[in-house]
Structure formats: C-alpha cells, structure tokens
C-alpha cells in the first residue's frame, strides 16, 4: 500500500468554462456605466421641468438601455438562460434586471420606430420605469468589500425588525380593537374620526405609539370616556414605552451575533491556513519522496524518508521557503511517524 497524489485544491473534473462576462475589466466596466447612469438619472430628475434636456436625457437612456441589453446577451451567452436567470445564487437579481432591460428595450424601440406622423406622443419616460431603473444602481453595491461585510449583518437586522413589525401589528391590532367597540359611536364627531372603523383606530393609535400629541387627542376622548385612562396608560406603557425599549435590544444583539461572526469567521481563516499550509508541505515532501515522478509512495519510500536525515533537511529547507517554523516542521515530522506507525499491520 501507499499514497498517489491527489488533485489540487480547487480542482475539478470539469474546469469552469472562459466567462467573458466575469472578466474584471468587463465587471469594472459595467460598474462604472451604472455608476454614470445613476448620475444622469439624477441629473434628469433636477432637470425635469426643462423641455430642451428632455430629448438628450431620453438619447442617453436609450444608449444606456442597449448597452445593459448587450450585457444581458453577452451574460446569457455564457452560462446559458435557465442557469442564468434559475440556477444561479443571485438568479432573483438577474431576472428582475432582465425585467428592466426587456421593458425599457421594448420603450427604446418603439420611440425609435415612432414617427410624429404616427399620433404618438414622444413624451418623457414613464415613472414607473424611471423608478425601477433606479433601482439597477444596487447592481454596484455588489462591487464594494464592506458591503460584503454587512450582508450577514443586514439580513439579520431585516429578519429582526420583520419580527418587531409583526410585534407591533399585532398589539395595534388587539388596542385598536378594544378602542373601535368602545367609541365607533361616540356624539363628537371628532372622536369618530379617530376611532369610527379598525382602520382609523389602528392609525390614531400608531399615532399616540410615536407619542405625537397624544396628550391632546388622549384628554379629548377622556372629556367623554373618563374610563378610557386606563386604557391609554397601558397602551402607552406597554404599545409605547415597551415596544420602543425593545428596539435598543434587538440591535445590541445583532451587534453581539456581528461580532461572534467576526470571530468564527477569524477562526475559520486561520484553521483554513492551516490546512492549506499542511497540504503544501505533504505536497513539498511527495514531491521530493516520489523521486521517479510515478505519482505514488510506497509505504517502503516514507519509511526511508523520514529516516533519512539528509532527505528530511532537505524538506526542512523546502518547508521553510513557504514560512514553516522549526516547530511546525517538528510537529509535522512527528504526525508523519504516527501516520507510518498505524499503516504498519496493513502492509
């Protein structure tokens, strides 16, 4: 028995095809055509009100259009279009930008091919459509490191503050509840108009929740329903006080979750270096074991190896070369012995 070399770290049976899409200089490029676009979006939106900008603001978004229809194509044209827009991790962001691209193509090419003669109103883009493009600026965010960084931390604070949401939802439901049987029918139309449905109730109460005015609609009702007191003091103790004093909690807790990521993530690298620097020095040491270049060592060659002296100086040299300490490369020997020693009743 003995050992064979394995393939590197990294390798594959099947090497990843030349994407021209993923090239850094094409990445870069796209990058900065949105980065420019978003700028022109924005200036067009300043200059809204000015008929002369109009006509050259909607040129360039159509250049603009055709060069994201040319990135789509070239995008497809690699990984193919169910892989693309399905199987993808970020396959939700491809198909949405798809959407853009299709819709704002379709817009392009129908202004092209109108004519003034046809009845049709060359006017500025539809908003909708001004509002999605916008939102194709995200598509650069991906492109900056720190980004990266907060997504673990941005996904979190999302989920916690869907919970929180759904918290508060549910104590405006119960309030706003108790609140419209009491006082839809009350003689001062004023109150009615706070309380009349579960809608205006729930909207009153989130109102007096961010503690605005509340004081002034709170005296008002109790002038009719001086019971009402009771109400709004455990509303506002447990809808406003409560309720906001959770908030400091759930991102002090995010905090902590953040930094215990920090330090997995810290442990993770460094436990992978070591792993990388293992596999280098087997590497270094079959090399130099597997003198023939057959691919394999026999038990017989390890044995003679690793008691050989000048063999092991010249892996301790080898080893050194990528930063192995003189204790690493003790503790290496040491496990190669180990290594040996079990494989023995095999042989």
Known sequence: KGFTRSRSHGETDDDPPFVLSELPLVQSLVCGVILINTVIIGAET????????????????????????????????????????????????????????????????????????????????????????????????????????????????????????????MVLFMFAIVATNYMWDADDPNIVDLYGNLGRSMLSLFQMMTLDDWVASSRMVMRDYPGMIVFYLLFIFVGGLSLISVVPSIFIELHMKDQKAEEDHAEFLVKQAKREKVAQMVERLFDIIDADGGGSVSLEEMQSALTDKAEMDKLKTSLAELGVTDREFRAFRFGLYELWEDSQPDQ
């Open 46 to 169: 300043m200059l809204i009100q000015e008929a002369v900008w109009r006509e050259r603001f909607q040129t360039a978004e159509m250049c603009f259009t055709f060069f994201y229809a040319a990135e789509l194509a070239l995008r497809i044209h690699d990984y193919g279009m169910k892989k693309l827009l399905f199987e993808r991790e970020d396959w939700l962001a491809t198909c949405f930008d798809a959407v853009i691209v299709v819709v704002c193509l379709a817009e392009a090419i129908d202004s092209l091919v109108s004519s003034p003669g046809d009845g049709k109103k060359k006017s500025g883009s539809n908003p909708a459509l001004s509002t999605l493009r916008i939102l194709r600026a995200t598509r650069a965010l991906r492109f900056l490191k720190f980004v990266k960084e907060l997504q673990v931390v941005m996904v979190s604070s999302v989920k916690a503050m869907l919970k929180f949401g759904t918290l508060v939802l």
